[in-house]
């Protein structure tokens, strides 16, 4: 596990005395893992490069209750992140507090850096280190000729002071990583808030980089978050809000949504075209102006859940009236779909294989043409802004694809056209400016259903 550290600051062999580490000798010192050595590849007037290479010992790293040959076999002792952050922490500790007697000025003087980890995380790497000035630089590192890893060689590159430097890798490296090796405590906390002193308050990511850095354990979480916003002067009402109310999942508010626009379209009567476990079908019960709601799924044992889920042995008999259960499938035309004010396909074309579509466009868009069809999808772009999601992944074992917002614009368009509808489009959830919403929404409307 290596890191470099490179200054063109000159007298670049100034790095040495920030540093506390001589550049003419090679140092070792013990860690919990293993042994951290530091050494000088470049040490000169015109540029000076400390490199840090922890070998880790990988019997002292699965000594302990639980061990197995897989903990053996793992990337811990290549890959950057908390194993590499506790080295970094004891082998350069006073340059991270910002001392040196002998350079005092400069320890508080941004100078010219470049960081190179060859192994590390970078899925979130540009997005949590761009905010804090550095240029960010990845070269994936491919597992074979057709496929990449989630590791990448990272280069960063910008003028910041010894110490943030040092805090920033100390923080976000084991963020990065997603994980730690040892256990997190109440005193991770302090140690969050030391290293992010100055910084962390105002980047855009901090609830993102303290939840990972405290291994998402929420009460810990809160406390870091309370203590950060009282440095950044949020107003306590705001933090209240923060803390004590939960934020919307995306679930929920792809069901507003689509409550808020069959709404609009004045519909009464309406379908939820694969219904699943019937989340969608308990919204739609709770508006009364639904008077006639009929959920559709191919699978008996979905139905069943939404059964059990509803509470349909215990539904008022007015309730009940107004729902209506159907096996049936999508892609065969089925005339009971007939005479419905709109259809809601909710998270559901991912699940065809893609040469099954035709059919569900016949079915839907052919034969039981309601006015109104409201048709949402992932958005696969958004992907990457999400924490736990390993790059390459669908959202979903189960999903045939998933497509990008010119993807799902090309199919929406094309069964616009051929079956006379109009269409729109809307996003739901948190929109990024440049991979848009994570769900995207089709509004298709026809003034003929005849």
């Known amino acids: 596990m290596l890191l470099t550290l490179t200054t063109t600051h000159q007298p670049a062999t100034d790095l040495g005395h920030l540093l506390h580490k001589h550049p003419d000798r090679a140092q070792s010192f013990s860690t919990s893992s293993g042994t951290a050595h530091v050494f000088y590849p470049r040490a000169d007037h015109e540029e000076c490069t400390v490199a840090l290479l922890l070998e880790v010992d990988p019997v002292a790293l699965v000594r302990g209750p639980g061990s197995t040959l897989t903990q053996y076999v793992n990337d811990r002792p290549y890959a950057a992140g908390s194993l590499l952050t506790v080295a970094l922490g004891s ?77 920033h890798l100390y923080v976000l490296l084991p963020v990065l990583d997603g994980s730690k090796h040892y256990w997190v405590a109440a005193d991770e906390v302090d140690k969050l808030l030391r290293a992010g002193e100055g910084w962390l308050a105002q980047h855009p990511d901090r609830e993102l980089i303290t939840t990972r850095y405290l291994a998402r354990k929420r009460p810990l979480v809160v406390s870091a978050l309370a203590r950060l916003a009282e440095v950044d002067e949020v107003e306590p009402e705001e933090l209240d809000n923060a803390l004590t109310e939960p934020k919307i999942s995306l679930a929920v508010q792809r069901r507003d949504a689509l409550v808020k626009q069959l709404k609009e379209a004045r519909a009464s009567k309406v379908l939820d075209l694969g219904c699943g476990g019937g989340a969608l079908l308990k919204a739609l019960l709770e508006q009364p102006e639904f008077t006639e709601i009929q959920g559709v799924d191919v699978s008996a044992q979905a139905l069943q859940v939404a059964e059990r889920k509803l509470r349909l042995d215990r539904m008022s008999d ?11 499938s999508l892609t065969y035309a089925d005339p009971a779909l007939q005479g419905y004010d709109a259809a809601v396909l909710m998270e559901v074309v991912e699940h ?20 109104t069809v409201l048709v949402t999808t992932p958005n696969v772009e958004y992907n990457v802004l999400f924490e736990t999601l390993p790059e390459g992944q669908m959202r979903h074992s189960d999903h045939r694809f998933e497509w990008t917002r010119a993807e799902f614009r090309a199919w929406a368009d094309g069964v616009a056209g051929r079956r006379g509808y109009t269409v729109r489009y809307l996003p739901i959830g948190p929109e990024d400016a440049e991979r848009g919403a994570p769900t995207q929404l089709a509004v298709f409307t026809v003034g003929d259903t005849n």
């Open 352 to 371: 065809l294989d893609p040469d099954r579509l035709p059919a569900l466009e016949n079915c839907v868009f052919g034969v039981a043409r309601p006015r």
């Open 91 to 167: 082998v350069f500790r006073t340059a991270m507090n910002g001392r040196s007697e002998s350079r005092a000025e400069l320890a508080d003087t941004p100078i010219p850096l470049k960081i190179n980890l060859p192994a590390l995380p970078h899925r979130l790497v540009e997005r949590l280190f761009t905010p804090l000035g550095w240029d960010v630089e990845t070269r994936p590192i491919p597992l074979d000729e057709h496929e990449e890893s989630r590791y990448a060689d990272v280069t960063l590159t910008g003028t910041v002071k010894l110490s943030d430097a040092l805090k």
């Open 318 to 328: 007015r309730q009940r009236e107004r729902l209506t259960l159907r096996q049936s």
